[in-house]
């Protein structure tokens, strides 16, 4: 399992969602639910962020409560821990999360809690450092964040740089200082200089690079075949899609057309994206920093299951995951049935 991403629900994970209304249609809220029974709202779990804009959109343009019959009842995470814990606990019956909490759900599960059943976002993320950093072997003996230890991005960096032949170890010895903290917090330490460079996904990137006048040194793209890779994917409970085939065959249509409806009203989802964003956190993003983050991302069903495999590798190689066999992560067949249905090409699980 990734380390640091265990444990039971946390006071954290149920504050978050008694904030976003969600106990109160949690059913009986023992074990992995069934949604509270037969006709009961689909409970949806997703972060405040323009890597889960499908999510945003899809809640905020009544898509899915369209093909749900009912709108989803929903709440709100910070990290995939918290949502990964709330899904274990029976607190929500899906959550659009990264794909490293994914793997992390699979492995201490022993493959029998959850599935990942789409894609949702590829690309994103971006290492952006300070102006006078002109390439990798300048990172030595620099302060670098990303959001989490053992996350999908710390997991990245700390990849990349072994490649590279540099150390970062977990305990933040090593040719370079990885420092996991808040995104919010990157946001500060670079600005004021306690910090190098930061590992990050949109908006977080751009913010630094239009708010702090940060550099991208690297655009995660250029490490993955074809510029594609998972950030985001949509993970179900195993016992509430057993229970609830057809419910989750609706959400699958919403995801299509909020998707579709993304990447053909570009402007519209960013406003409404923007929106659904201050609502949740109080501020607004600036109209610079939310269209140079929309434009990093690609909106996508297809869960670029290569990339996930391929992560996990990573993390086993850098001592960040237990040795894993994913086999069975993926339940594509509900989604493939839907893109058929609509015409559209089908994805796989390799």
């Known amino acids: 399992m990734l380390r640091g991403l265990t444990g039971r629900i946390t006071a954290a994970a149920l504050a978050a969602l008694v904030t976003a ?27 405040p962020n323009i890597t889960h804009a499908t999510a945003l959109v899809g809640v905020e343009k009544g898509i899915f409560a369209k093909h749900l019959g009912t709108a989803p009842k929903t709440a709100t995470f910070n990290a995939g ?17 990264g794909p490293n909490p994914s793997i992390n759900a699979w492995a201490k599960s022993h493959g029998k809690a959850v599935h990942i059943i789409s894609g949702a976002a590829s690309g994103g ?5 300070k102006p006078g950093i002109k390439g990798v072997q300048d990172l030595r003996g620099k302060r670098i964040a990303t959001p989490q230890l053992g996350n999908t991005q710390d997991v990245a960096i700390r990849y990349w740089l072994k490649q590279n032949g540099l150390t970062a170890n977990k305990d933040g010895s090593g040719d370079v200082k990885v420092v996991p903290q808040e995104n919010s917090q990157t946001l500060q330490t670079f600005a004021q200089g306690d910090i190098d460079g930061a590992w990050v996904p949109e908006p977080y990137a751009s913010r630094l690079i239009l708010e702090s006048k940060g550099k991208r040194l690297l655009d995660e793209k250029t490490l993955w075949p074809g510029g594609k890779f998972v950030i985001t994917n949509l993970l179900v409970s195993q016992e509430y899609a057993k229970k609830n085939p057809e419910q989750v065959k609706k959400l699958l249509e919403g995801v299509v057309e909020a998707t579709d409806y993304i990447n053909q009203n570009q402007a519209d989802a960013q406003k409404v994206t923007n929106d659904a964003l201050t609502k949740l956190s109080g501020k607004p993003l600036k109209e610079d920093v939310l269209a140079a983050a929309f ?19 990573h993390a086993e190689e850098i001592g960040l995951l237990e040795k894993t066999d994913l086999t069975g992560i993926y339940d594509l067949k509900p989604l493939n049935e839907v893109l058929k249905a609509n015409g559209k090409p089908q994805v796989d699980d390799r």
């Open 125 to 129: 993320v971006s290492l952006v450092v």
């Open 21 to 47: 209304g969600a106990l109160g249609a949690c059913g009986d809220g023992g074990g992995t639910g069934d949604g509270g029974g037969s006709g009961a709202p689909l409970r949806l779990g997703y972060f």
């Open 295 to 313: 434009k990093e991302i690609d909106f996508t069903v297809d869960p670029v299951a290569s990339s996930l495999t391929a992560g996990a590798r």
């Open 81 to 97: 821990p918290s949502a990964v814990e709330a899904l274990f606990s029976g607190a929500i019956d899906a959550t659009f999360v």
